[in-house]
């Protein structure tokens, strides 16, 4: 992996399936002319590609499962490159485990957590009716049921361990209500 990322503001997002990471995160990239990347978007866009590769993500995915963490970094390294004059990065859904987060301080910042993580907490029913609702839309083919029920529990049992991490490391914000007023207050208290 190539590193060039050195002064950049990189801030993860991270919460539930559902939980509103991705619309937050555009609003804030916009406010802040930060790049939001959405691991899931990326994943899926990879997913949609005719190759090997793509067939097997997109099986991965529609199981509910994680997609590697080493396909996952070289993903994410290859986006964040692409955009190396960005002044920060929105990075919504990632890291989605802790070795994920340790191998993002290895291998892509040298050493260096990201600036400050945001967490999402919404109740489990919250995500599961946006999650169906977005189902019915037609917009992910990961919006049913039993996928979501399985993209829940695989959330709830990975993210404890990485939310104790970045609590040791006081990089967590919880922003509740207004979110977006809050998610904003947290960025300016940063820059």
Do not use: W
């Not at 609003?27 to 802040?32: C, F, S, W």
Request: aromatic share 6%; proline share 4%; glycine share 10%.
């Amino acid at each position: 992996m190539e590193v060039k990322l050195k002064s950049q503001t990189i801030i993860f997002v991270i919460g539930g399936p559902g939980s509103g990471k991705g619309t937050q995160c555009e609003r804030l990239a916009a406010k802040y002319e930060f790049q939001h990347l959405g691991v899931g978007n990326l994943l899926r866009a990879e997913a949609g590609r005719p190759t090997g590769q793509g067939r097997q993500i997109k099986d991965i995915m529609l199981k509910g499962a994680l997609v590697p963490s080493g396909f996952v970094l070289d993903l994410l390294n290859d986006n964040m490159l692409k955009r190396e004059e960005a002044k920060g990065f929105l990075i919504d859904g990632f890291p989605r485990e802790l070795t994920q987060a340790k191998e993002f301080e290895r291998l892509v910042r040298v050493g260096r957590p990201p600036n400050i993580v945001i967490v999402f907490d919404c109740s489990t029913e919250t995500m599961i009716q946006r999650l169906l609702l977005r189902g019915q839309t037609g917009q992910r083919a990961d919006d049913h049921e039993a996928s979501i029920r399985q993209r829940l529990e695989t959330h709830y049992s990975l993210c404890e361990p990485l939310i104790a991490y970045y609590q040791h490391k006081n990089l967590l914000r919880n922003p509740e209500d207004a979110i977006f007023t809050k998610c904003c207050s947290v960025i300016d208290g940063l820059l």
